[in-house]
């Protein structure tokens, strides 16, 4: 996904911050899972309070799915409707 951010002009210091916050976030909640501490949702509940990181994540996660919809959609060519009347489109 780097290389799609470079190249539409995002410089790398500033996506890579929301990526940093992501996968730390993800690695925290890794770790308490394999510890069973309990601790997944106030460790969620505390990323998600603090207004910084929450919106780097939501940032991150949300160029991620318009990169993989830019991936699926974009590139491939869809062929017109023929339709005529009232028959369904195929």
Not at 35 to 43: E, N, T, V
Request: with cysteine; glycine share 6%; net charge negative.
């Amino acid at each position: 996904m780097g290389n799609l951010l470079d190249n539409i002009g995002y410089p790398r210091d500033i996506w890579i911050d929301f990526a940093d916050e992501a996968f730390d976030l993800l690695r925290k909640l890794g770790h308490s899972v394999d510890a069973m501490d309990g601790a997944a949702a106030d460790i969620l509940l505390q990323a998600f309070n603090d207004m910084g990181v929450s919106m780097a994540i939501i940032t991150y996660f949300k160029v991620s799915c318009l990169y993989v919809l830019f991936q699926k959609f974009a590139l491939t060519t869809i062929a017109p409707c023929q339709c005529l009347g009232s028959e369904p489109c195929r």
